[in-house]
Every structure is written in C-alpha cells, then in structure tokens.
C-alpha cells in the first residue's frame, strides 16, 4: 500500500494544468473582457508555479517529514483547484490557479523520488514506467470528467481536483514520516559506477544542477518536443481536410493511450535497449512527426500519433529512471526537483516558442513557401537536437 500511495501521486501531476482544458471555451466567454493571454494563464499558471516552487523544494525536506510535505502539497491542490471556480475576477482565478502550482511543485518530485528513495535500482524501472502509465491515465481521467462537468458549469469543472483527496487518505494511511535528509555520499550497494573515488566526491561537491545538467536539458527538450503535438494537431488536421472534426479528439485520446501503455512497457524497453535507451524517445518523435508531415491523411495521423505517444510514455521514466539510479537516494532532494522544474518550465515556454515559431513560419509562406505542416518538420528538427544532445552529452 505504501507503493500504491506514492504512484497514486503521478495520478494528480499532469492534471495542473490540463484538467480544466475542455472548459477553457466556455471560461473565455465568461470572462470576455479579459485578454486572450490571461485566458490562456488559467491553464499555464501552475506550471510557472510549480517551477518556481521546484528551487525551494530541497530546503523543505530538510525542515518537514514525507507525510508532512505531501499533505501540504495536497492541501494546496485542492484548495486551490476547487475554489479557483467560485470567482467572479480572473485576477483571483489566476490567484488560486497559482496555488495549484505550489501543490503540485510539492508533490511532482516526491511522485517519483520516493521510489528511488525506497526501493533499490532493480526495481526502479518498472515503478518508473508505471509512474509514467499513471501519469497519462489521470491526464485522460481528468480531461474526460472535466469535460462532463464544463457541460453543465466551468465553474464544476474545477471540482475535478477533488481527486486529490483520494491520494490524500491513501498517503494518510499508508505513508510513512521519513525524513529525507540528503545523503549525497550514499548509494545502493552494487549499484556499480565507473568513476573512480575521487571523480564521485568532486562530482557530489558539485551544484545539482551542474552534476545533472544533462538529464535537466534532455528533459526540457524532450517536453516541448512533445508539446508541439497538442498545440498543432488539430489545426494542421484541420487544415489537411481529410479527417472529420469529430475524429481528432479520438485520434488524440488515442495518442493518450499509447503513451500510457509506453509507460507500462518502459522496463521491457530498457531491458532490450540498454545503455541507449535514452535515444529511443527522440527516434520515436522524429518517426512519428515525420509520419505526420510528409504521409498525412488517416495513416500518417494516426501511425503518428501512436509513435509520438509511445515516445513520451517511455521519454518521461527513461529520464527520470536514469537520473535517479545515478543520484541513489538523494534523488529526491536533489536531481528530481531540477526534473520537475524542467518538465513544466518546458511546458510554460512551449507556447511562446510555438508562436515564433508560427510567426516564422508565416514569414515563409508569405515568401512564397510552401505551407507544408512546417510545425511537424520544426517538431521532428527539434527531436533530432536531442537525440544530438543525448548522444553527445553522454558520451
């Protein structure tokens, strides 16, 4: 019970954001006054939160016990999802969309840093893979309640964040109230390095973010590589006019639960592919966006879409599982909120990337290029950066 409360953390991670996506919609017509970027805040405000948050998160291991922290950050998430519904401003929304992101800053680097804190490397795959399979469940859980409650009210949609208090009587009950002082010189047994003593103790006399900034930068890379998939499908679909309106979204839940099953699949990946496991994802990416681009219609949409999910169900464990084996048990205090800073800082700057992007794009068609779903070939160059990146920072 103690495993299933800590993955029943990876239920609640990606929900920040996204849970209350389907009713943007309607919440744009309430709040029609408002900019269109405060608009869109709603939805990327808890992921500058939880990056800002991410850089305090080590200072709180040392002052508060697991349970302690995970019930804050719970109590943030659920307090701020639910009541960010029941305002009339949408400086106050924003306000509590912000509290979001405080819990979920708390709760992302324990999601997956208890699990290398309590159970030794051999079994890290396969909890990592299934943390990842949660992680895209609750995303699809989420959307689809959400979704249901916006029919009736914006204002309900909010209340999907009541799922929280679910992993809160779990991790009540069943959680135990460690501490998780750093211990930067302690490593399982066996679990085998080729440095030498003194390159360990000059690497762990290093920043954290200096001693994994390659997983940090990869981690980044890989989330708007990702991004640029829900951002751009059914537009580019759209465009293409071969695929009804009504089929993107199952085209999309589809790609969901592909990921889900990558997630699942991680171990068995990581056992066939070994040390190179981490060049997977982008090969997947630059597989399925060049699926997308160049094969079009239903085959290239939706064998696409099934290499792009699969490739960010396996991109999220193989970075994390490989970070923290290298970390041992100080993973959690250390590497993983780096991680989660990543993860969401890539999520927070993907829009603002995509819209040079698109801005740049214009340019070129107005120049007389072709309008050839240049936001798949930008997503396909940018998974060729990390595989580059990879291939060369590990070497």
Request: aromatic letters at 10%.
């Amino acid at each position: 019970m103690k495993k299933v409360s800590i993955l029943s953390l990876s239920l609640l991670t990606v929900m920040a954001g996204a849970a209350v996506a389907p009713a943007l919609g309607v919440i744009r017509e309430y709040f029609a006054g408002s900019s269109a970027l405060a608009i869109q805040m709603i939805i990327s405000m808890p992921a500058l939160f939880i990056f800002l948050t991410s850089f305090i998160f080590p200072k709180l291991t040392e002052r508060l016990p697991v349970k302690s922290l995970v019930m804050i950050g719970l109590m943030f998430y659920v307090i701020g999802g639910c009541l960010a519904g029941m305002f009339n401003q949408i400086g106050l929304v924003l306000a509590f969309r912000a509290l979001v992101g405080v819990g979920v800053g708390i709760i992302m680097p324990l999601s997956t840093g208890l699990l290398s804190f309590y159970y030794p490397p051999e079994e890290l795959d396969g909890l990592m893979g299934l943390s990842s399979a949660m992680n895209q469940m609750g995303g699809v859980v989420a959307t689809l309640l959400s979704g249901m409650l916006a029919a009736v009210s914006w204002r309900l949609s909010f209340l999907v964040y009541l799922l929280g208090l679910i992993c809160a009587v779990l991790c009540l009950l069943f959680l135990p109230n460690d501490r998780l002082q750093p211990e930067p010189t302690e490593q399982y047994k066996g679990q085998g390095s080729r440095d030498s003593g003194e390159e360990q103790e000059r690497l762990r006399s290093r920043h954290p973010l200096l001693r994994y900034y390659v997983y940090i930068i990869a981690m980044f890379l890989l989330m708007v590589v990702f991004f640029l998939y829900p951002s751009n499908f059914a537009i580019e679909t759209v465009k293409e006019g071969v695929i009804g309106q009504h089929w993107i979204a199952v085209i999309m839940a589809f790609m969901d639960l592909v990921a889900f099953l990558g997630g699942l699949s991680f171990a068995r990946v990581k056992k066939r592919t070994g040390r190179h496991t981490l060049l997977v994802p982008p090969a997947l990416f630059l597989a399925g966006y060049a699926l997308l681009a160049l094969a079009g219609g239903w085959i290239g949409a939706i064998a696409g879409s099934a290499f792009v999910g699969f490739a960010n169900g396996i991109g999220v464990p193989s970075i994390i599982s490989e970070a923290s084996q290298k970390a041992g048990k100080s993973a959690v205090s250390t590497v993983m909120p780096l991680l989660s800073a990543a993860i969401y800082l890539g999520q927070f700057l993907a829009p603002f990337i995509m819209s040079g992007m698109n801005r740049l794009c214009a340019e070129l068609v107005a120049a007389g290029g072709a309008d050839f779903h240049l936001p798949y070939l930008f997503a396909a160059g940018l998974a060729a950066v990390l595989a580059l990146w990879v291939a060369l920072a590990r070497r």
